[in-house]
């Protein structure tokens, strides 16, 4: 009996060629960034580089040889899972109760700055695209995607611009998002530096830019003494791993059963955009199930079923880590740059991307000498990195000024999801309204206008429209 499928077929090397790719691209992108000073100053994570990398040499491939190194499709499907499997490992970790309490408030407003700068981008987005609409004919609603690529990260702007272009007309909605959140990497990097080079001119920074910090490891980060040993029969690692792939199918039958809902039509035509928003939502579902599955762990192991802590939170570290850095790196190669021959691609995503890195800076400024006056420079660089990149991006410029993580800034990029998925889940219900017409979209608009607002009235009771407060 024959499958009709033969080992030397593409079919069969396609996912392995496309993942060397991808890890090669990182491994010569982490190469110029140790070996070149000048890369190294520029923080710009590896696989932000690498995904560039990638990105030249298949155009170089395409035009001059006819030949695509990689398909497309399969990026965007990595990119669309990196975010879900990256959130749920995140979700899985045994999370200590801070003792010193000293992030209660700081994580609160946090939290409410995160959302009121997604909020910020939404209304210059906005404002930007659907005046341009009028002048030459861009997509109205493509301006929200900018809070999306910036502040979410390269996993919701490929989510909601394939969405925009498969079910709204957007065309070529899907480059314009993972475009956005490209750029929004260029953007903290070069943020990054500008703030740097501010506080070495203040003489509040005399370090190097993008020089290497040293991890202190010890063996219990691995293999605590209640923890399934490493010498198990079954891989350690490999229980991580199956773990977060549990949690993350539970979401995705959940989400599944949400579609079979909507196909029998008792939603009416309420369950397209339902649909829409549900499968969008992905990595809020993983993270949802991560919860359910840890805590159902957790409860096996204090009621004695389970003789050993199966949860490792450096491997889910690690987990999270490898997702995030394949979805940034898969999201950046996709991009179709044929897209930005076109005036009404490349005009909008142009200012917006500009106009979004300028006032994120000066708002984040703004907000960081009032709000957090003990620690502003850690605040604002890992605020600042965190809403044009990726929570990484925070991290690596905060490891800037804080090396060893001794401020609060850093407990706060940890401790304020909570407040920022509270308060900003309104705007995500706004992705599905925005594009159904011109009307909505300036709807949209002035609702968001009105929730930004309401965020800083919340971050008033704080000073912040007052002075300056005193370090």
Known sequence: MTTGMNLWDATVWNFVITMTLLFSAMLIANTLCTTIPALRRLMIPSSVLGGFILLIVNTIFKNCFHIELYQTSLLEILTYHGLGLGFAAMALRNVDKKQ?????????DTGITVVSTYLLQAILG????IILYYA???FFASGILLPMGYGQGPGQAYTWGHTYEASYGFANGTSFGLAVSSMGFVSASLGGVVYLSHLRRKGRFSGEAGKDAMDNMTLDQYAGSTEVPLSESMDKFTIQVALVFIAYILAFLFMKGVNTLVDTGVLGGLGNTIQSMVWGFQFLFGTIFAILVRT??????????MKRDYINNFMMNRISGFMFDIMVIASIAAINLNAFLIPSFIIPLTIICVLGAVASY?????????IFPMYEDQAFLSLYGMLTGTASTGAILLREVDPK???QASDNLVYHQPWAILFGFPI???LGVAPQSIGKCILTLGLVIVLFVVMN???????????????
């Open 126 to 129: 906005l404002a930007v695209t």
């Open 457 to 471: 009235v919340i971050l008033q009771r704080k000073g912040i429209f007052g002075k300056k407060k005193q370090k």
């Open 428 to 430: 995500f219900l706004l």
């Open 405 to 407: 993580f001794e401020t």
């Open 296 to 305: 159902i762990v957790l409860k096996l192991r204090k009621s004695g079923i």
């Open 362 to 370: 000066i708002y984040l400024r703004f907000v960081c000498r009032r």
């Open 100 to 108: 010193d309490n000293r992030s209660k408030t700081g994580a609160f």
């Open 136 to 138: 030459i004919g861009s």
